[in-house]
């Protein structure tokens, strides 16, 4: 088994299992806002307007770590096709990054949460590139 290929499984399984966390999430949060709004704690457009730019960046990191972690798990031992998941994996960290900081700016409260939210969505991604490039070093050259 090629160096970088067990982690590459492993986070990509990891990712799979985040990103369906993830949706399922986005799903309550935009529930608990639908409830929040109908029951006159927030103006439908304050919800609207806050709610649409963060859960719009939310569901696109989602899309993109459930991509990332599907091309990995079929391509582990395959350093050829390691760019499709880096290439992902990065976009995710971003917006990812972005949405944290997004919706700790809309609230009142402990940062504790966010700092904590902020420092995962770096760990895992960046725990997947160190694996997916050490398996596209293992790549002969063309």
Do not use: H, R, W
């Amino acid at each position: 088994m090629k160096k970088g290929s067990k982690g590459v499984k492993i986070m990509s399984i990891l990712f799979i299992i985040f990103s369906i966390i993830g949706v399922i999430t986005i799903g309550v949060e935009i529930a608990g806002l639908g409830a929040l709004a109908v029951s006159g704690g927030a103006t439908t457009g304050e919800v609207a307007a806050f709610s649409g730019f963060v859960f719009g960046l939310a569901i696109v990191s989602a899309i993109l770590e459930l991509i990332a972690g599907i091309i990995g798990v079929k391509n582990y031992t395959n350093p050829a096709k390691m760019k499709p998941v880096i290439v992902c994996t990065v976009i995710f960290m971003v917006i990812d990054l972005i949405y944290v900081f997004a919706q700790s700016s809309g609230t009142q409260g402990s940062m504790g949460i966010y700092v904590a939210s902020a420092i995962l969505s770096v760990i895992l991604p960046v725990l997947m590139l160190i694996f997916a490039f050490q398996l596209k070093k293992d790549q002969p050259a063309a």
